[in-house]
């Protein structure tokens, strides 16, 4: 299951294939964002056709990255864009609870069991 982050890192691959600093708020978002998705790229959840796409900015100011991109989306990561956001997307992919009704009733006759014999035992 993918993370808010990483959701929102698909929808604006999709809609743009390379990640411009001018699309964020400051350097070390845009540092944090580039991670992310080369993250994302090495567990193929995004790809590229590069062997490296990115080029690291040597200069030693600004963002650590002049190019991030380009990128494609994963078939993974092109089913996450079939939800509206986030929280459809959570719901849909949440486990259920293993702690059903049927769990909590067999539950409760092993410890009625477990007391019945405790109390044979001390009984007689």
């Not at 698909?10 to 390379?18: A, C, E, M, Q």
């Not at 002049?66 to 079939?82: D, H, R």
């Not at 486990?95 to 409760?108: D, M, R």
Request: proline residues 4%; contains cysteine.
């Amino acid at each position: 299951m993918l993370s808010e982050k990483e959701f929102n890192l698909i929808r604006l691959v999709s809609t743009s294939s390379f990640l411009e600093r001018e699309e964020f708020s400051s350097d070390n978002e845009y540092n944090f964002i580039c991670e992310l998705a080369l993250d994302m790229y090495s567990r193929n959840a995004l790809r590229s056709q590069l062997k490296e796409p990115y080029r690291r900015n040597k200069t030693g100011t600004g963002p650590r990255y002049n190019i991030v991109g380009p990128f494609y989306l994963s078939p993974e990561a092109e089913g996450a864009l079939s939800f509206e956001n986030f929280v459809s997307y959570k719901k849909y992919h949440t486990q259920p609870s293993g702690w059903t009704l049927g769990n909590k009733i067999a539950a409760a006759g092993v410890l009625v069991a477990a007391i019945s014999v405790i109390i044979a035992l001390f009984s007689g």
